[in-house]
């Protein structure tokens, strides 16, 4: 039945109708039969699929291969159809069968010339492939003009010349409140102030929405906000992964202050790739001098940065089944973040064969992890915690020994104190030993424990008494307190040394160039062919070599991020610039931003991303200038309603209205921190510790341990758990659970996009979790504190601060009449003991006795809440669900 469905299906077929070779075929061969038939280099049972006209020999058994116009008597056809092929992997799906059927009835054309003679192994990659839209050059468009708005710019006009193509127009331009909120928290991660939004709506001068775009690309907060977006791509995360165990990788918030100083600063991307890249080989650094690179400041931030090529999961240094396969797998990994961050390619599908659907043979994968292959020597492997180095200068070392000598100084003062002190005692205690044993028990227990003869050891035991109480051997069990306050003294002196800080660093040993091979089937225990390093042959050909006699390391890397960084590689400028657009405007202009190949979405608007690219390249690789010219233009300040458009492209893909969307997991943390008055803007270092709850969520803070090594609490005392999300140890397992349930992405190996979901336990964290409830209570106590003597103003405040607006007449007479019932429900309430957060002010109540005798009485503590406790518990309540509204959690 399903042979004769195919079959109906297929003779439906006008000729004109005949599926395409190029474009719909080759690709099912591809994906399907030609990894065994013809990219091997003996390829199974003598048939090679590559070609067509390889397709006119026979089987084995002597069967066609193909006949032209008879699927029935095409072994290609029926083998598929029985099932018998493919032999491995997933069976060809209905509706490929039937293109293929349909394809040898209509005479198995071809739909462009193939080449002569033999193919070498290998993936074939023909003049379609090369014809991909990725695959091309960068071109500067044409711009369109517009009679009607001349003034539009190159982006404005090339998205209005797709919306106008479906008879569309842009929607009105946002008002003054949206567009500082939209921009503040595109560009900062924070909402605007009230103070700020005020200002700007008032300003009526025709660059106010130009100055207020300045002033967030200089706050400090914009290398925070953006450095996330990079980090997800990096793979960035505080822990190794891997291993179960996901030990902690105590240096890598390094490259993460690396990132934030890098944006913050504007630093041209090329300079930016390079040094991620090959850090160590701009500054001619190898192994046998990184100490001393480490230690010169024109060096450390390149050398930091190097830490990319480590930020992939790495178990080496843990406990694992299989050493090398972990080593093979974090070179694995750090291929992927490459290629994915910085060309939008899936070359990882390459690894152990020629890619299914992109022109990426295997040998390119090897041949590009052959680049790599100096620092990243699975032979020679370094674990995490030895691809460190020491930031001890040299001063701190002299000061740190200055420091330790005084400090020594002050044990020996302590140690013959307390020598004395027994030595006066000894004299004494000494008398009850006969006079006879007295001068060898002397000599006993002044002679250390492993140096005792047989003999001494005998005397000492026989007069345990005098020995156990007075002698050396108990030293450090003594509790005199002349000792102990100078031993404390020694120990704060010692506490002063400076602390040796490291950084993760990757550099090449040597004179390192090791061999680099093909491994079949990925496997690392099958080495078959010798590869040099290369970049894919889709993308061209730069001169990478093996070793360069220039420098003390090879240089591969070096010229594989300054061919990346050159202009002329097709793929770089776009990646780059489609992900900055996709996180101004909801979603790329290629919507797959990881894949570009022929499985990836197809650009909306190929002509922008091309002027994107360049416009990047002529800016000196400017990421500032880039924010400027996408956020100025007319489709960034659209507002989010536009009927026509929603109607006629309901995905938004043509740009013609802003995309509403939700905030991501770090931006509702920080924005309920900020709006609460709790956020501590502290920038840079060590990151904060997640701990584990009794209830099981993960929280920042210090986990408190017992003897046992149980956690039986987490400590929050410190101001540093309100510091922005991007300081928080990101863990791989167990991240922060106010992150994880806003689609926190998991780092295996990186995050190419963000999930954002809708899911109910994101509805329970905000309405049950103690971070939101806690913060509500401090954004209560705020606006109190701000205005005392006026409630109105108190609930207005609250609005403005969450909603961005003030609130209208008919909301602040609700809002107030549901305060006043929360107010009559908490006043009633007489808890056993204050909630968290309410101060309750305790007077003492009297006990009258029943007894006729006189009792004394007792008192016990009744809490009694002030009107202040009740306002900021009912007030509270009420700020809870000004901080689970769409408005605050989403930017329009």
């Known amino acids: 039945m399903l042979l004769a469905a195919l079959l109906v299906g297929a003779a439906g077929l006008h000729a004109a109708e005949s599926p395409d070779y190029e474009t719909q075929i080759r690709p099912i061969l591809k994906e399907h039969c030609t990894h065994c038939h013809g990219e091997e280099e003996k390829p199974k049972g003598g048939v090679d699929l590559r070609l067509r006209r390889f397709m006119d020999g026979k089987t084995e058994d002597g069967s066609p291969v193909l006949t032209p116009g008879d699927p029935e008597k095409s072994a290609l056809w029926t083998l598929v159809r029985d099932g018998e092929m493919p032999k491995k992997g997933k069976k060809m799906p209905e509706h490929q069968l039937a293109l293929l059927a349909a394809w040898i009835k209509a005479g198995a054309k071809i739909s462009e010339d193939e080449p002569a003679g033999p193919l070498p192994p290998g993936v074939y990659v023909s003049k379609r492939d090369r014809s991909f839209w990725s695959f091309q050059p960068v071109t500067k468009p044409t711009l369109p003009r517009f009679a009607d708005q001349p003034e539009l710019g190159p982006i404005d006009a090339l998205v209005r010349t797709k919306l106008q193509a479906k008879q569309l127009d842009f929607a009105p331009e946002a008002d003054p409140a949206t567009l500082i909120r939209r921009a503040t928290i595109d560009l900062t991660g924070l909402p605007p102030t009230p103070a700020e939004t005020v200002a700007f709506v008032a300003d009526a001068s025709p660059d106010a929405y130009a100055k207020l775009i300045e002033r967030l690309l200089a706050s400090p907060a914009y290398g925070e906000r953006w450095a996330r977006h990079w980090l997800d791509v990096a793979g960035y995360a505080d822990t190794n992964g891997y291993a179960d165990a996901d030990s902690v990788r105590p240096y890598a918030w390094r490259y993460r202050d690396y990132v934030i100083r890098s944006l913050n600063a504007d630093k041209p991307w090329d300079r930016f790739i390079q040094e991620q890249l090959a850090g ?57 973040i490459v290629t994915t961050s910085l060309t939008g390619l899936t070359v990882a599908c390459a690894q152990c064969h020629d890619h299914r659907y ?62 004395d002190a027994l030595d006066v005692i000894f004299e004494q205690k000494i008398l009850e030993v006969p006079e006879a044993e007295r001068a060898a028990y002397r000599v006993a227990r002044n002679t250390p424990v492993a140096k005792r003869t047989k003999e001494q050891a005998a005397l000492i035991k026989k007069y345990f008494s005098a020995q156990a109480t007075f002698g ?192 991501d997991a770090e931006t509702i943390r920080d924005a309920m921190l900020a709006v609460s008055g709790k956020l501590n803007p502290e920038m840079y270092g060590e990151p904060v510790t997640v701990g584990k709850t009794g209830d099981g969520r993960m929280i920042p803070g210090v986990e408190i341990r017992n003897a046992n090594r ?52 994101q509805s329970l964290f905000l309405m049950n979790d103690e971070f939101v409830i806690e913060r509500a209570k401090d954004l209560a106590a705020r606006v109190i504190k701000e205005h005392p003597a006026d409630e109105n103003a108190q609930v207005r405040a609250a609005w403005v601060l969450t909603q961005g607006r003030e609130p209208s007449a008919k909301e602040l007479a609700d809002f107030n009449r549901l305060l006043a019932e929360q107010t009559e429900h908490f006043a009633k309430l007489k808890p056993a003991k204050p909630v968290a957060d309410a101060s309750l002010k305790v007077k003492p109540v009297k006990v009258k006795s029943t007894s006729k005798k006189a009792a004394p009485q007792p008192t016990f503590p009744a809490p009694v809440a002030t009107t202040q406790d009740v306002r900021v518990e009912a007030l509270g309540s009420l700020c809870q669900v000004l901080l689970a509204t769409n408005r605050f959690l989403h930017v329009d």
């Not at 020597?377 to 001063?395: E, F, G, V």
């Open 358 to 419: 992109d022109p990426i043979s295997q040998v390119d994968y090897f041949r590009l992890r052959a680049v790599f292959d100096p620092a990243l020597d699975w032979r020679k492997w370094q674990t995490p915690a030895q691809r460190t180095a020491s930031l001890y200068t040299a001063a701190d070392k002299a000061k740190a020994a200055e420091i330790e000598k005084q400090a020594a100084a002050i044990d020996a003062e302590a140690a013959k104190m307390y020598k």
């Open 472 to 663: 050396l051997d108990l030293y450090d069990k003594a509790a005199d307190n002349k000792v102990v306050a100078k031993r404390a003294e020694a120990t704060a002196l010692r506490a002063k040394k400076p602390v040796e800080g490291r950084v993760s660093v990757l550099v090449e040993p040597v004179n390192a160039s090791p061999k680099s091979e093909l491994h079949h089937r990925g496997d690392h225990a099958q080495p078959r062919q010798a590869v040099t390093p290369g970049e894919l042959s889709i993308l061209g050909n730069p001169v990478i070599p093996v070793d360069d006699p220039k420098l003390p390391t090879t240089g591969r890397r070096l010229a594989y991020a300054k061919w990346l960084t050159s202009g002329d590689h097709p793929l770089v400028g776009r990646a780059l610039m489609n992900r900055v657009w996709m996180h101004h405007f909801g979603r790329g202009i290629v919507n797959t931003p990881g894949d570009f190949g022929l499985l990836g979405e197809r650009p909306s608007h190929p002509e922008l991303l091309d002027y994107l690219a360049g416009r990047f390249v002529e800016t000196g690789w400017s990421l500032k200038a880039m924010h400027r010219e996408m956020m100025l233009s007319r489709t960034y300040r659209q507002s989010a309603r536009n009927d026509a458009a929603q109607a006629a492209d309901p995905d938004n893909a043509l740009f013609g209205r802003y995309r509403i969307r939700r905030l």
């Open 280 to 336: 160590d080989e701009l500054n001619a650094v190898s192994a046998a001098n990184v100490a001393a690179a480490v230690l010169d400041p024109s060096k450390i931030d390149a050398l930091t940065a190097t830490a990319y090529l480590r930020l992939g999961p790495d178990g080496t240094g843990d406990t694992v089944a299989d050493v090398a396969l972990a080593k093979n797998q974090s070179i694995a990994d750090t291929l992927r």
């Open 710 to 761: 149980d956690v039986i609490k987490v400590d929050t005392s410190s101001p540093a758990v309100y510091r922005r999300s991007v300081y928080l140890q990101q863990r791989r397992s167990g991240p922060a659970t106010a992150l994880a349930t806003f689609d926190l992405p998991n780092m295996d190996p990186n995050c190419e996009r963000r999930d954002l979901t809708t899911v109910a336990p």
